[in-house]
């Protein structure tokens, strides 16, 4: 059961332009969400994260939007560029005042911008 | 910056060999994890730690087993590797859990391909 869905395998955008990547969650419970970045040959990196008590959080170029009605959450990077092409991966947990709860990791959206 | 260190970055083992995967990080950070990558599958969890000596089952440990004898080192250990246990392994590590406020850090990946 895939609790953090990344529908799109792949997005191609022009640079300059608006990329933006999708994530749906089906648990209610989740709490926390992130976005990592990941280059081939090299360990995802964090990018940027968003807690359910918010529904935007911006830094720089990333902006994370998250929808609780509807389960969504979105990446956008505005403006595109060369180097943001990458494997996509956002993450989901509960969280806790602990903060030692299991991350859920989506499939991951391949993000190709063409120069 | 921490740095997350794998200590191979492919292997090629028959089925049915002990492999030990090695992992180091510099940073002095409580918790280590075990994850695998695969197509259409995204990052799942095998094995974690929060403390030495201390291991935890992730949603994946079937034919997976885990050391944890020092803090810096968290050691993944495939009892009889089979030919489905071929995968990109990504160690990582965090201070504090892995939730909103810890992000984790990870390692370049292990490449292994069991034949």
């Known amino acids: 059961d895939q609790q953090v869905k990344q529908n799109s395998p792949s997005l191609s955008v022009q640079e300059g332009r608006i990329s933006i990547l999708n994530c749906d969650y089906t648990?209610?419970?989740?709490?926390?969400f992130l976005w990592y970045k990941k280059y081939p040959a090299e360990g995802p990196t964090f990018l940027i994260s968003i807690s359910s008590i918010k529904d935007k959080n911006e830094d720089g170029r990333f902006t994370v939007f998250l929808n609780k009605s509807a389960k969504h959450l979105s990446l956008h990077i505005v403006p595109s560029q060369p180097g943001d092409s990458a494997v996509y991966f956002c993450?989901?947990?509960?969280?806790?005042?602990?903060?030692?709860?299991?991350?859920?990791f989506g499939t991951g959206t391949r993000l190709t911008i063409i120069p | 910056d921490v740095k997350v260190t794998q200590s191979s970055r492919y292997l090629v083992k028959r089925t049915g060999e002990k492999v030990f995967l090695e992992c180091v990080q510099d940073?002095?950070?409580?918790?280590m994890f075990w994850y695998r990558q695969d197509p259409g599958l995204g990052l799942r969890l095998i094995y974690f730690?929060?403390?030495?000596?201390?291991?935890e089952k992730g949603d994946i440990p079937e034919g997976y087993s885990v050391s944890r004898e020092k803090k810096e080192r968290f050691s993944l250990i495939l009892e009889s590797a089979s030919t489905n246990q071929t995968s990109m392994y990504l160690c990582?590590?965090?201070?504090?859990?892995?939730?909103?406020?810890?992000?984790?850090?990870f390692g370049n990946g292990t490449r292994l391909t069991v034949t």
């Open positions: 648990n209610s419970m989740f709490d926390y």
């Open positions: 940073m002095d950070h409580e918790n």
């Open positions: 993450a989901a947990t509960p969280g806790s005042r602990f903060g030692n709860e299991k991350l859920t």
């Open positions: 730690s929060y403390d030495v000596k201390m291991k």
């Open positions: 990582a590590s965090s201070p504090n859990g892995q939730g909103y406020n810890s992000p984790l850090h």
